[in-house]
């Protein structure tokens, strides 16, 4: 039997849980919710890393649905909740292939009638604006975990990719994390600065998440995990689980990202501009230096490393798909995870193990957080406060 054998015969007992995907924003940006003009029922690899027939090639059992908006929408409470109820339809449209997900046991239930259980995760604190009540509301619809922070920083918590402003939580960002332990949200840490993590490790008593972040030991990039929170997974009993995004996985990519986005500076436009003009230039950068590519042996060195200083017991996979531009050569789309599993596979990676990466792992940190839910529910009311009323 082949590697690639042996993991499909796993995944079909242990499926992949997998920790983001942004199809839910790439539906809006492109056919703005037209499920019809996007069908998932039939392939979409035009168009999409994400579809039913792929999602059932790839082995995935549960989904992360990423209910994420941009920092710079003027209204994100509201975006957000277009983007849940995108999710709520492509269940409706979908019964016999996708099945809603609020807990550990829903997963579990999904597992055994063989449909993908499917969860949402809100990525970014902007998505509540400061509100508790609006964190209560997104978690009764259905929001399983919330990201802390994008890109950009919030008020309360500083975000990995911008200028450090409150020095990882404010008080009232304990208060969201405290509050959400409550709730049973899990808290994530990918896009988080460093003092983020620490800090929200320091304050919740019940395990964190990163949705999809993988080691800054392999690849130093400030979306990564340092080994020093890595190490404290055990000790809190959340999960990291790795992503396949080129320029957070591959050094070269780091690099050649950064040199990129100088020479769009250099003449003149912002690093993120896509108008004709700025695409002329980076094309022409892109011809005089290709870019490097990543692969799933790459993806696999994270892994290997995640697993020395955290522990098998501790990770997982979020691939981000529909939620980048480039993919590894081998990890193209939601069909690729078996490619990643065999290299493991053959890394001597045993089938207990690989079943706790894909699958065990995320139930048991998901239900662990109910669990801590449950009692501070009879201990603890709900929280009113306010940023002003904790950060002044």
Same mark, same amino acid.
């Given at each position: ?13 242990? !499926? ?49 649905? /990423? ?17 849940? @109820? ?9 019964? =016999?292939?996708?099945? #809603? ?15 993908? #259980?499917?969860? =949402? ?124 995004? !080129?320029?957070? %996985?591959?050094?070269? #990519? ?9 020479? =769009? ?8 501009? *896509? *108008? ?29 490393? =995640?697993?020395?200083?955290?522990? %098998? @017991? ?5 691939? @981000?798909? @529909? ?39 995320? %139930? ?24 002003? /009323?904790?950060?002044?």
């Amino acid at each position: 039997m082949t590697a690639l054998e042996a993991v499909r015969e796993l995944l079909a007992e242990f !499926p992949v849980v997998d920790g983001h995907n942004d199809l839910p924003w790439a539906l809006r940006e492109q056919v703005r919710y037209d499920l019809a003009a996007r069908d998932i029922a039939v392939r979409q690899d035009v168009h999409l890393h994400t579809d039913l027939p792929r999602l059932r090639e790839g082995g995935v059992g549960a989904q992360y649905w /990423s209910v994420y908006v941009r920092t710079d929408l003027p209204d994100p409470v509201t975006a957000t909740l277009e983007q849940i @109820d995108c999710v709520r339809q492509l269940i409706d449209r979908h019964p =016999m292939e996708l099945r #809603a997900a609020f807990t550990a046991a829903d997963m579990e239930s999904a597992r055994r009638e063989g449909r993908i #259980a499917s969860l =949402m995760g809100a990525e970014g604190g902007h998505s509540i604006d400061n509100s508790l009540g609006t964190l209560r509301g997104l978690y009764a619809l259905g929001v399983r975990y919330l990201t802390l922070t994008h890109n950009d920083n919030v008020a309360w918590a500083d975000s990995a990719t911008d200028a450090p402003n409150v020095g990882g939580l404010s008080a009232f960002g304990r208060e969201v994390v405290r509050e959400m332990n409550r709730l049973g949200m899990l808290v994530d840490l990918s896009h988080v600065a460093a003092t983020t993590m620490r800090d929200a490790l320091d304050t919740s008593t019940a395990p964190v998440i990163f949705s999809h972040s993988s080691a800054r030991a392999v690849c130093d990039h400030p979306r990564n995990v340092p080994d020093d929170v890595l190490e404290r997974l055990p000790g809190n009993g959340g999960m990291a689980m790795v992503t396949f995004v !080129p320029k957070f %996985v591959l050094q070269a #990519a780091v690099d050649w990202t950064a040199a990129a986005d100088d020479n =769009m500076r250099a003449h003149g436009f912002h690093h993120l501009d *896509t *108008t004709p003009e700025a695409m002329k230039v980076h094309a022409a950068f892109e011809e005089r230096r290709p870019r490097p590519v990543a692969t799933v042996s790459t993806v696999a060195d994270h892994l290997d490393h =995640m697993r020395e200083v955290a522990g %098998v @017991d501790h990770l997982g996979v979020g691939g @981000d798909y @529909d939620g980048t531009a480039f993919t590894p050569e081998g990890l193209g789309d939601v069909s690729s995870y078996p490619r990643l599993l065999a290299e493991l596979h053959d890394r001597g990676w045993s089938n207990s193990d690989l079943a706790k990466l894909t699958w065990q792992n995320a %139930v048991r940190v998901l239900d662990a957080a109910e669990d801590v839910a449950r009692h501070l529910r009879a201990t603890c009311s709900p929280s009113n406060a306010t940023i002003e /009323s904790l950060d002044g």
